[in-house]
């Protein structure tokens, strides 16, 4: 999206501004929508204190509980990121079974694995390793890069939430910890939805060289609320929510812990990821995604706005190196450098141009309006 350089608004309190983002609304002083529902919803979801760590022991606890004549008393995601790692350590200090699951879509970084065999092998924490059809899975992520539309990512959440919740299913789980937390992720720019099966079939059918045969199972909504959440009664638990997540002390009390080792930017734990945010993004979207990350500090406080200014003046990657990863990718999905140019060079869709699923868009909805009316 082109935006009038002579028109670009950054907002006062965070660095969230109108370059890639039309929805975006600035108030009289000159702060955005995101900060301020940020802040709005801060002493409602966010309990960085004794209250929040009463409520966190309680909970763990409950988990415990539930949990007993079981193998185990929860399932998590482990990405290698910061995030889920600090989880499961968590769940480690807090002495619960936590079985792990990671989906290796063949684009993890070497770090990220030894990140993942460090935390295991430290917490003595059981690991399922799941590989997602490979041919299919590649397919779809070129698929969606021919299709030029932003939210690549939902990709891996999608296989990543239908294969948890059938493990969870198949090991009598009740419960999953999510990295998810407002301290570094309070700030998020509107995206489409992992849950819409639909539309990534749509997606497929325009612009996939695989034939679909059912082996990469995708999540849907139906899964999410009615299938899973109802009938299962699957809950999940965000320990991150009820105390104080600072990204720099997590990454020294896992490096003492286990020697968990420094991966870069946030979600950068990925290849493919890493390739999506630095170049992909930035270079056909104009989506920096460090500025909600960044903002999301500044709202938690671990971040000064004028820092984060100055950590955006930094270049995201080497270019030898990240030429290097961006061959790896293209080289990974089939697609040639020549092709690839030609569709970074073509105008940006909207997931809108495609079929999306009418129950989904009714759900997104009805969670603006919350949002609306309660700041979260």
Not at 357 to 362: I, R
Request: proline residues 2%; contains cysteine.
């Amino acid at each position: 999206m082109e935006v009038d350089r002579k028109k670009v608004q950054v907002c006062t309190r965070c660095v969230m501004d109108n370059i890639s983002d039309s929805t975006i609304i600035f108030e009289a002083d000159g702060t955005c929508n995101y900060c301020n529902d940020a802040l709005k919803a801060i002493d409602t979801v966010y309990f960085p204190d004794e209250s929040g760590k009463r409520t966190l022991e309680a909970m763990i606890d409950r988990i415990r509980k539930e949990g007993k004549g079981k193998q185990y008393d929860c399932l998590m995601g482990i990405s290698g990121g910061l995030d889920s790692s600090y989880v499961a350590y968590l769940g480690h200090k807090y002495g619960l079974r936590v079985l792990l699951l990671h989906i290796d879509d063949g684009f993890d970084s070497k770090v990220t694995t030894e990140n993942i065999s460090r935390i295991c092998n430290t917490f003595k924490l059981d690991l399922i390793v799941e590989r997602p059809d490979e041919a299919q899975f590649n397919d779809l992520v070129r698929a969606f890069i021919l299709a030029g539309v932003p939210d690549i990512c939902l990709l891996q959440d999608s296989v990543l939430f239908s294969i948890l919740y059938r493990t969870a299913v198949k090991n009598k789980i009740g419960y999953f910890l999510s990295g998810f937390n407002f301290s570094l992720e309070s700030i998020t720019q509107s995206g489409m939805d992992y849950t819409d099966r639909l539309h990534i079939r749509d997606i497929h059918r325009k612009f996939g060289q695989v034939p679909w045969t059912g082996k990469l199972k995708l999540f849907s909504i139906f899964d999410k609320r009615i299938k899973y959440g109802f009938f299962h009664n699957i809950k999940s638990f965000k320990p991150l929510f009820f105390l104080d997540f600072n990204a720099g002390r997590a990454f020294s009390e896992l490096n003492e812990a286990c020697g968990y080792e420094f991966y870069g930017n946030k979600h950068c734990e990925s290849t493919l990821i890493k390739f999506l945010q630095v170049y992909y993004l930035p270079f056909k979207f104009n989506i920096d995604k460090r500025k909600s990350h960044y903002s999301s500090m500044i709202v938690s406080g671990q971040l000064t706005r004028k820092e984060a200014m100055e950590k955006l003046k930094e270049p995201q990657f080497d270019d030898l190196i990240f030429n290097q990863e961006i061959d790896f990718v293209l080289n990974k999905i089939g697609m040639t450098k020549d092709d690839f140019d030609r569709i970074m060079s073509e105008p940006p869709r909207l997931h809108s141009d495609y079929r999306t699923s009418y129950v989904n868009k009714m759900t997104a909805t009805i969670l603006k309006m919350r949002k609306k009316l309660l700041g979260y």
